[in-house]
Nanobody
Protein backbone atom coordinates (compact mmCIF):
# COMPACT_ATOMS: atom_id res chain seq x y z
CA UNK A 1 0.00 0.00 0.00
CA UNK A 2 1.17 3.49 -0.88
CA UNK A 3 0.28 6.55 1.18
CA UNK A 4 0.49 10.04 -0.26
CA UNK A 5 0.62 13.15 1.91
CA UNK A 6 0.23 16.53 0.32
CA UNK A 7 1.11 19.94 1.66
CA UNK A 8 1.56 23.53 0.55
CA UNK A 9 -1.90 24.70 -0.43
CA UNK A 10 -3.45 27.90 0.83
CA UNK A 11 -4.69 31.36 -0.05
CA UNK A 12 -2.61 33.55 -2.32
CA UNK A 13 -3.20 36.77 -4.20
CA UNK A 14 -3.31 36.85 -8.01
CA UNK A 15 0.21 36.92 -9.38
CA UNK A 16 1.58 35.14 -6.34
CA UNK A 17 3.28 31.77 -5.95
CA UNK A 18 2.78 28.53 -4.07
CA UNK A 19 4.69 25.29 -3.92
CA UNK A 20 2.86 22.01 -3.44
CA UNK A 21 4.58 18.89 -2.16
CA UNK A 22 3.48 15.28 -2.14
CA UNK A 23 5.43 12.59 -0.31
CA UNK A 24 4.86 8.91 -0.97
CA UNK A 25 5.47 6.30 1.70
CA UNK A 26 5.17 2.56 1.90
CA UNK A 27 7.32 -0.33 0.83
CA UNK A 28 7.76 -2.81 -1.95
CA UNK A 29 6.96 -0.53 -4.85
CA UNK A 30 8.63 1.58 -7.50
CA UNK A 31 7.20 4.79 -8.83
CA UNK A 32 7.30 5.26 -12.59
CA UNK A 33 5.23 8.40 -13.03
CA UNK A 34 4.05 11.26 -10.81
CA UNK A 35 1.49 13.91 -11.51
CA UNK A 36 -0.70 16.70 -10.25
CA UNK A 37 -4.39 17.07 -11.07
CA UNK A 38 -6.96 19.63 -10.02
CA UNK A 39 -10.70 19.73 -9.61
CA UNK A 40 -13.33 22.39 -9.04
CA UNK A 41 -16.90 21.64 -7.96
CA UNK A 42 -19.06 20.45 -10.82
CA UNK A 43 -16.14 19.71 -13.10
CA UNK A 44 -14.06 16.65 -13.84
CA UNK A 45 -10.61 16.27 -12.40
CA UNK A 46 -8.03 17.46 -14.93
CA UNK A 47 -4.34 16.89 -15.42
CA UNK A 48 -2.11 19.80 -14.53
CA UNK A 49 1.34 18.27 -15.01
CA UNK A 50 3.16 14.95 -14.92
CA UNK A 51 6.75 13.78 -14.78
CA UNK A 52 8.41 10.41 -15.20
CA UNK A 53 10.47 9.08 -12.30
CA UNK A 54 13.60 9.61 -14.39
CA UNK A 55 12.65 13.25 -14.84
CA UNK A 56 13.29 12.97 -18.55
CA UNK A 57 9.70 13.52 -19.62
CA UNK A 58 7.32 16.18 -18.38
CA UNK A 59 3.87 17.05 -19.59
CA UNK A 60 1.91 20.23 -18.86
CA UNK A 61 -1.64 21.30 -19.51
CA UNK A 62 -1.77 24.28 -21.85
CA UNK A 63 -3.34 26.45 -19.16
CA UNK A 64 -0.25 26.20 -16.91
CA UNK A 65 2.59 26.14 -19.42
CA UNK A 66 5.18 28.75 -18.58
CA UNK A 67 3.77 29.29 -15.08
CA UNK A 68 3.96 25.93 -13.28
CA UNK A 69 6.92 23.58 -12.93
CA UNK A 70 6.76 19.96 -11.81
CA UNK A 71 9.80 18.28 -10.28
CA UNK A 72 10.60 15.23 -8.19
CA UNK A 73 13.09 14.02 -5.63
CA UNK A 74 13.41 10.26 -6.00
CA UNK A 75 15.44 9.90 -2.80
CA UNK A 76 12.49 11.35 -0.88
CA UNK A 77 9.74 9.84 -3.09
CA UNK A 78 8.38 13.36 -3.35
CA UNK A 79 6.86 15.32 -6.21
CA UNK A 80 6.58 19.10 -6.23
CA UNK A 81 4.52 21.61 -8.13
CA UNK A 82 5.89 25.14 -8.22
CA UNK A 83 3.06 27.47 -9.18
CA UNK A 84 3.94 31.01 -10.24
CA UNK A 85 1.87 33.88 -11.61
CA UNK A 86 -1.25 32.33 -10.15
CA UNK A 87 -4.65 33.36 -11.50
CA UNK A 88 -8.09 33.23 -9.88
CA UNK A 89 -9.02 30.46 -12.32
CA UNK A 90 -6.28 28.30 -10.79
CA UNK A 91 -8.45 28.02 -7.68
CA UNK A 92 -9.15 24.31 -7.15
CA UNK A 93 -8.38 21.29 -5.02
CA UNK A 94 -5.06 19.91 -6.20
CA UNK A 95 -4.37 16.17 -6.01
CA UNK A 96 -1.13 14.33 -6.49
CA UNK A 97 -1.13 11.00 -8.27
CA UNK A 98 1.52 8.32 -8.60
CA UNK A 99 1.78 5.30 -10.81
CA UNK A 100 3.58 2.38 -9.23
CA UNK A 101 4.93 -1.03 -10.07
CA UNK A 102 4.98 -3.72 -7.39
CA UNK A 103 5.40 -7.44 -7.90
CA UNK A 104 4.74 -7.04 -11.61
CA UNK A 105 1.45 -5.21 -11.08
CA UNK A 106 0.65 -1.61 -11.79
CA UNK A 107 -0.91 0.60 -9.15
CA UNK A 108 -2.37 4.09 -9.09
CA UNK A 109 -2.75 6.20 -5.98
CA UNK A 110 -4.19 9.59 -5.09
CA UNK A 111 -3.39 12.09 -2.39
CA UNK A 112 -6.07 13.56 -0.14
CA UNK A 113 -6.09 16.86 -1.99
CA UNK A 114 -5.02 20.34 -0.96
CA UNK A 115 -7.02 23.51 -1.51
CA UNK A 116 -5.48 26.32 -3.52
CA UNK A 117 -7.38 29.60 -3.52
CA UNK A 118 -6.26 32.54 -5.63
CA UNK A 119 -8.09 35.67 -4.59
CA UNK A 120 -7.49 39.28 -3.67
Amino acid sequence: QVQLVESGGGLVQPGGSLRLSCAASGSGFSIYILGWYRQVPGKERELVASITSSGVRTNYADFVKGRFTISRDNAKNTVYLQMNRLKPEDTAVYYCNVGTIAGGSLGNYWGQGTQVTVSS
